[in-house]
């Protein structure tokens, strides 16, 4: 398997564990790569859209033309995880001119909502399809405050999204890559089988 990290910004080791993690668990080897040009995300098989900051992740994935390969991705039913900023660029709507998002999940999005109550905070959430609760990390995490019909919400804080699934692409307002436990890239990359925490 070849999984590919938009790695315009940080964040990218950590998805590279995770994910390697995660394989392992299934005993399936993968191979890492860094995406920062057009032409590598066509041969991925997977994709992760890491957290940063949303308005230089977006800016940068159309200036290098990376943002219709990852649609293309899409488009043929290969899995994408995304996380915070990542969330922010797979959004229908991110309401706010400097982020020019794909559309790729059919939600709409406030940046920072969470983060401006409090920068950064964790809690323990329970997640539709796993048996215990995972411990979720929110920094200057974006609220979801519309969601399409046909996205499936896989968990909530006070009622509010903060994982869904639309198709191949599965989102997060929280930070899965900074915790050892890999079972949101699991259900992410292989949706069939639940590994241990
Ligand atoms: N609030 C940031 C943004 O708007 C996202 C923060 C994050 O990825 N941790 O891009």
Same mark, same amino acid.
């Given at each position: 398997?070849?999984?590919?990290?938009?790695?315009?910004? =940080?964040? %990218?080791?950590?998805?590279?564990?995770?994910?390697?993690? !995660? !394989?392992?668990?299934?005993?399936?080897?993968?191979?890492?790569?860094?995406?920062?040009? /057009?032409?590598?995300? *066509?041969?991925?098989? #997977?994709?992760?859209? *890491?957290?940063?900051? /949303?308005?230089?992740?977006?800016?940068?994935?159309?200036?290098?033309? $990376?943002?219709?390969?990852i649609r293309?991705?899409v488009a043929? =039913?290969? *899995?994408v995880?995304a996380?915070?900023?990542?969330l922010i660029v797979c959004s229908r709507d991110a309401k706010?001119?400097?982020?020019?998002p794909i559309g790729l999940v059919d939600v709409s999005v406030?940046?920072?909502?969470?983060?401006?109550?409090?920068?950064?905070?964790? +809690? /323990? $959430?329970? #997640?539709?399809?796993? /048996?215990?609760? @995972?411990? !979720? %990390?929110? $920094? &200057?995490?974006p609220?979801i405050d519309g969601i399409g019909a046909d996205v499936e919400v896989l968990?909530? $804080?006070?009622? &509010?999204p903060?994982l869904v699934r639309d198709g191949p692409v599965v989102a997060?307002s @929280?930070?899965?890559?900074?915790?050892?436990?890999?079972?949101?890239?699991?259900?992410?990359?292989?949706?069939? +089988?639940?590994?241990? !925490?």
């Amino acid at each position: 398997m070849k999984a590919g990290v938009v790695a315009v910004q =940080g964040d %990218v080791t950590e998805h590279a564990t995770a994910v390697r993690r !995660a !394989a392992k668990a299934h005993g399936e080897a993968v191979e890492v790569v860094e995406v920062r040009d /057009s032409g590598i995300v *066509p041969d991925c098989d #997977v994709l992760l859209m *890491p957290g940063g900051e /949303s308005t230089t992740i977006s800016r940068l994935i159309h200036r290098e033309g $990376i943002a219709p390969e990852i649609r293309d991705h899409v488009a043929n =039913g290969k *899995p994408v995880l995304a996380t915070c900023a990542g969330l922010i660029v797979c959004s229908r709507d991110a309401k706010d001119d400097r982020v020019d998002p794909i559309g790729l999940v059919d939600v709409s999005v406030d940046r920072n909502a969470f983060g401006r109550q409090k920068d950064s905070f964790e +809690t /323990s $959430i329970p #997640v539709k399809g796993l /048996s215990e609760p @995972f411990h !979720a %990390v929110f $920094i &200057r995490a974006p609220l979801i405050d519309g969601i399409g019909a046909d996205v499936e919400v896989l968990a909530r $804080i006070d009622d &509010r999204p903060v994982l869904v699934r639309d198709g191949p692409v599965v989102a997060t307002s @929280f930070h899965p890559e900074l915790t050892d436990d890999p079972r949101i890239h699991d259900l992410a990359f292989f949706p069939e +089988t639940e590994v241990a !925490a």
